[in-house]
């Protein structure tokens, strides 16, 4: 359990310093930035599978495009919210996804919900009127972008759901991998911005943040139960405030922090019903 925390603070760490530097390349255009973060991970994740002889295709296509899809239009939002929301706001509001990912499984999966899972959830929702309401920092723009991206992001999980164990993770991770580095590439020859000076380093340090990220995060679900790991992964939100306020500057009001803590209070409760 000390090694599955550790290597989950290390995952956050890693998703949170590649969030700060998106935020800072903000002057970049979005597709610019996934084209640089998916094409680190993209080499690694492919690199792997041949040097392990897995199948690079996988066995449900349809499936695993849909994924990549999914994925690749949720990261694309969510990297244009930064240009409207404080980095912290952001990566909460992103955190609302399980809600949406647990309604589509209602339907699509036909799985059923306990009365206090809908009590949290109408917390997180509450935390989310509170911080629209009250807090003159996040625009519609903002709010906009980021909760479409949640919806996109809870599609992404049911297709994990149902694509199952019958294609290898990293297979998964590769076709959202490649589709957001082919699209992110065509899309930035119209709309290219010249890195200057030190943007090449933390554009080519995109990628490998996300990846080592989401390496530490597997690690950790793999050592111990996800009720009890999956709370930890909530930390990203203090360390992407922290940073909002070192480093760029950010403000919260009283009303912020209530409408924070209300969504993550909400989702890591639901976290810990949940089998």
């Not at 296509?61 to 994925?71: E, M, N, P, T, W």
């Not at 589509?104 to 799985?111: P, S």
Request: charged fraction near 10%.
């Amino acid at each position: 359990m000390k090694k599955a925390f550790l290597f989950m603070l290390i995952s956050t760490a890693s998703f949170s310093l590649m969030n700060a530097f998106i935020k800072y390349l903000e002057h970049i255009p979005g597709f610019q930035l996934v084209f640089f973060r998916s094409i680190t991970s993209c080499v690694f994740a492919t690199t792997y599978l041949l040097r392990n002889k897995i199948p690079i295709l996988g066995n449900q296509i349809k499936l695993l495009s849909l994924r990549a899809l999914f994925g690749l239009i949720s990261m694309s939002l969510f990297f244009l919210s930064f240009k409207h929301l404080t980095i912290g706001t952001a990566v909460s509001l992103r955190y609302i996804a399980p809600i949406f990912a647990a309604i589509f499984a209602v339907f699509l999966l036909k799985e059923k919900l306990k009365p206090i899972q809908l009590l949290f959830f109408l917390m997180a929702f509450s935390g989310v009127i509170i911080l629209k309401g009250f807090d003159g920092n996040v625009s519609n723009t903002g709010m906009a972008l980021v909760i479409t991206a949640s919806v996109f992001t809870g599609l992404v999980y049911i297709m994990i759901r149902k694509i199952g164990k019958s294609d290898h993770p990293v297979v998964v991770v590769n076709y959202f991998m490649f589709l957001s580095t082919v699209i992110g590439g065509l899309v930035s020859i119209f709309i290219w911005i010249q890195p200057q000076g030190w943007d090449w380093v933390l554009l080519g340090s995109l990628g490998i943040f996300g990846y080592f990220g989401q390496v530490y995060m597997t690690k950790a679900f793999q050592m111990a139960a996800t009720n009890k790991v999956a709370p930890i992964k909530y930390t990203e939100v203090i360390f992407t405030i922290a940073i909002g306020v070192f480093w760029f500057d950010d403000n919260y009001s009283i009303w912020s922090f209530l409408g924070l803590f209300l969504i993550v209070g909400g989702l890591v409760a639901n976290t810990l019903v949940k089998k």
